[in-house]
């Protein structure tokens, strides 16, 4: 997934027994949460402005 406010892109993760995939920006710190797609990877490819 992409922050766009860092310009990055940051592999988010997800612990085994969580539905939500977890990823913090860089550069504001700010953490999203957001549940896992029924697609699976689909889910990385989000686009996060923060
Ligand atoms: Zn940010």
């Given at each position: 997934m992409r922050f766009l406010c860092a310009g990055q892109y940051i592999r988010v993760y997800r612990r085994?027994?969580?539905?939500?995939?977890?990823?913090r920006c860089p550069k504001c710190a700010k953490?999203?949460?957001?549940?896992?797609?029924?697609?699976?990877?689909?889910?990385?490819?989000?686009?996060?402005?923060?």
């Open positions: 085994p027994e969580s539905p939500f995939y977890l990823a953490c999203v949460r957001f549940r896992v797609g029924k697609g699976g990877s689909d889910a990385r490819m989000f686009d996060v402005s923060c």
